[in-house]
């Protein structure tokens, strides 16, 4: 039984070519690449995540340090993490993930 190969399953006097070895050989490939709008749902997914960590921060902050922060403060800080969100998103889809994510920093950081 030959299994659709260019050689048999049993040799004894001439062993098969390096050729074809190679030429049967099959393989898997296990990557998936990911393009810009799965990149971009990743972070906007965890964009959740450090939005609520933010705001549980300042409300330790203003808990323990028993000085209270202003609404507006908070509404401020969240607007803030909106636009970095929704800049990576703007961006990414036209100069690509890595440069709308350092604009986008750029901006939050300014």
Do not use: C
């Amino acid at each position: 039984m030959n299994l659709n190969r260019t050689y048999g399953d049993r040799w004894f006097q001439d062993s098969p070519s390096a050729q074809a070895l190679l030429a049967s050989g099959f393989g898997v490939e296990l990557v998936q690449p990911v393009d810009i709008y799965q990149r971009a749902t990743r972070a906007v997914k965890y964009g959740g995540l450090f939005v609520a960590l933010s705001f549980l921060t300042l409300f330790l902050f203003e808990t323990l340090q028993r000085r209270p922060v202003h609404p507006i403060q908070y509404g401020l800080m969240g607007l803030a993490l909106s636009v970095f969100y929704l800049l990576l998103l703007a961006l990414a889809e036209h100069i690509g993930f890595l440069w709308a994510y350092v604009l986008a920093t750029a901006a939050y950081a300014a």
